[in-house]
């Protein structure tokens, strides 16, 4: 039987999470960071699963609109998604 990760236990849940919080923080990121978000996000397809998972986490709590519901070139979302 797997195990399910605990997304407490998840070094890329807390980067991505990490990401949509400072998002919504700070209204949005720098040009820097957005270059940042955009490599990290390009260096694994579970980066961006685990983001777009805590950016939908974040609406379900209702907190703030998608911050997270962008396109950046040379990332691809997961097949299915928009």
């Known amino acids: 039987m797997g195990e399910e990760v605990n997304p407490k236990q998840d070094p890329v849940w807390d ?7 400072r998002q919504h923080e700070h209204q949005g990121l720098d040009a820097a960071a957005e270059v940042e978000l955009a490599h990290w996000l390009a260096a694994d397809p579970a980066h961006r699963q685990a983001y777009d998972k805590a950016g939908r986490l974040w609406l379900m709590a209702g907190l703030v609109p998608p911050a997270n519901d962008i396109d950046i070139p040379g990332c691809t979302k997961p097949d299915g998604e928009r």
């Not at 980067?15 to 949509?20: D, E, G, K, L, Y």
């Open 15 to 21: 980067f991505a999470w990490s990401w949509v919080m």
